[in-house]
């Protein structure tokens, strides 16, 4: 696990969209496993932008979202659908056809989580995957106890998580109580990860999934049984590491020996 704390968000999601560029420049064709939330739009923004000075071609790649609340159509204002849609799926040249975000609608949730688990293994398996950090530790919808073998599946929201979700939803009452979500062992098959994360509030979880025990109650700290983790911190959300400045100095030697590897980061 690599772990890299930027000055500033904007320098964070930099960083994340370059590591992505870089995979599409080595193969078009990739297969990108992407997050919802606040902390990865600087990413999306950075990448569009990436498309539309630089030409980016996303044309040939597959996406495979992480997950989507149950019973919000592709349409509703609050689906990750819909947040996909607005922050970069219609901003960029990728096809239709390639996108998959979870079914929220699906009438048998049971068979739709098997087929979405096929259609990844049919795209040949996730070559690069985006993530975000919950308040309490996990990735996609795993919450704390989800089982690190976990896959894609019916998962029942915490309280904590409902709570997190609130503010963006007129009525506490409206946020879902469940979603479809890729599990931990779907996630831990992806090929390279990148999870991302900024802000104080963040410090102290990200501190337990890096540096804290691998456990199934912080389910972001099984990235680190993965050979190919590059964990991307704002200067808030790595301040609790213990290791900090050991980060920063790996960080250092490799833009200075390597920099065509790092990009610009601020």
Known sequence: MEIIIADTYEGMSELAATMIERQLLRKPNSVLGLATGSTPIGTYQALVRKYKEEGLDFSKIVTFNLDEYLDLSPSHDQSYHYFMDQHLFNKINVEPRNIHVPYGHAEDVEQFCSWYEEEIRQAGGVDIQLLGIGGDGHIAFNEPGSSLGSRTRLKTLTKQTIDDNARFFTNPEDVPRFAITMGV????????????????????????????????????????????????????????????????????????LIPRLIGKVT
């Open 185 to 256: 062992g779907t996630i831990l098959e992806a090929r390279e990860i990148i999870m991302v994360a900024n802000g104080k509030k963040k410090a102290e979880i990200v501190a337990e999934a890096i540096e804290g025990p691998i456990t199934a109650q912080v389910s972001a700290s099984a990235l680190q049984m993965h050979p190919e983790v590059t964990v991307i911190l704002d200067a808030e959300a790595g301040s609790r590491l213990k290791r900090a400045d050991y980060y920063k100095w790996i960080f250092e030697e490799k833009k200075r």
